[in-house]
């Protein structure tokens, strides 16, 4: 920029420091979800009802029956920053939960229409608090909470030029469900669209879970893990050779709960299939390592979805370790299933 045209240097509005956020938290529908669900499962919810129309733009509708957020916590929710998750360096080290950051609600109230009706055990009501205006009145509502997202970008029309088909939209939304899904088995899943109910998880085993949201062969054609390797716990299943596919579509990956993409752990998990699978094949397979959270930092991205280990090495043998003992094991351990 030519040094005549430069401007002075001055603190951006608050509306378009939220919007600069919402461009890293929230790439599109499935980013809300995602952002909703797991505000739902810190919460504490048994159930969480996901409903969308035109694949999530035109609304993702979040409703779940957790703790609630009291009354004058209402506009708070809804500020940069502002959480109750966390509230010092320690709890951030230690942090249990999904969101930690304060960001998500504040990030996709500012490019969306967002409302959320809520109300605590101890409330008389609930309250239905307008992001827009910020008006909040009283209304109708069992415990729980209901965060409304409509009009994604409407403000933002060069974002929303890079949405795809509602099609699209719409499977990327079931696949950010399907991630938590299988985190929580026992929590029930549901998801709308357009009025129509396309996928239902009830609370169930974890093995139990995989199968209704993997199929039933998933769980047929896969062993059970179950090693601790140093400090490292993993469990899940792991498919047999014959299982592999041509796309990496069914390898989840979790840490404390978190479903992550990793290199160190797809690098591990793919490792320990190395005698056993040729040329492109992809292994399928759940993973879910326990670690303590001190040696992983979940502060890397602002979606969280990739994460830090103190000690990557540790991390990859332990994977491998627990990938291979469960190949090389004898198959047909009982299931933890319901019989049909
Ligand atoms: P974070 O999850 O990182 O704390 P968010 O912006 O997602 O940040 O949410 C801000 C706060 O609003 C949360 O810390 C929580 O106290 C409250 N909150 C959001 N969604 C819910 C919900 N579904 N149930 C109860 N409290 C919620
Ligand atoms: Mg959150």
Not at 37 to 61: E, F, H, I, K, Y
Not at 203 to 227: C, K, M, N, T
Not at 255 to 274: P, W
Request: aromatic share 4%; glycine share 8%; charged share 25%.
């Amino acid at each position: 920029l030519h040094p005549d045209h430069r401007r002075p240097i001055r603190d951006l509005p608050d509306e378009l420091i939220s919007q600069i956020a919402a461009g890293e938290v929230v790439e599109r529908p499935a980013s809300v979800v995602r952002e909703l669900v797991d505000n739902a499962l810190d919460a504490g919810a048994t159930q969480v009802t996901v409903r969308l129309l035109a694949g999530g733009v035109r609304l993702v509708s979040v409703e779940d029956d957790g703790g609630g957020i009291p009354r004058d916590e209402l506009p708070i929710a809804l500020r940069r920053h502002a959480t109750s998750k966390i509230g010092s360096l320690q709890d951030l080290e230690q942090v249990a939960t999904m969101g930690f950051r304060g960001e998500a609600l504040a990030a996709i109230a500012s490019v969306s229409e967002l409302s959320i009706l809520s109300r605590t055990p101890g409330q008389p009501s609930a309250f239905l608090l307008d992001g827009r205006s910020g008006e909040l009145r009283p209304a109708a509502r069992a415990g729980g909470t209901t965060v409304e997202v409509k009009e994604l970008f409407f403000s933002t029309p060069a974002r929303r030029k890079f949405l795809k088909t509602d099609a699209t939209e719409l499977a990327h939304c079931i696949e950010a469900v399907r991630r938590h899904a299988l985190a929580r088995p026992e929590t029930g899943f549901a998801i709308w669209h357009e009025g129509k109910l396309v996928e239902q998880w009830r609370p169930a085993s974890r093995d139990q879970r995989l199968a209704d949201v993997l199929g039933e062969d998933f769980l047929a054609q896969s062993v059970a893990i179950d090693q601790v390797v140093g400090p490292v716990r993993v469990t899940g299943r792991a498919g047999i050779p014959d299982a592999a596919r041509s796309r990496p579509d069914h390898q989840f990956a979790y840490v404390n709960g978190r479903y992550v993409r990793d290199k160190v752990l797809t690098h591990a998990a793919r490792s320990a299939y190395e005698d056993v699978l040729h040329g492109q094949r992809q292994p399928v397979y759940a993973l879910y390592l326990d670690i303590e959270p001190s040696r992983v930092d979940v502060n890397v991205h602002p979606t969280k979805i990739e994460v830090r280990f103190r000690d990557g090495r540790e991390v990859h043998q332990a994977v491998r370790r627990a990938v291979e003992a469960a190949l090389a094991a004898p198959r047909a351990a009982a299931l933890d299933v319901a019989p049909p």
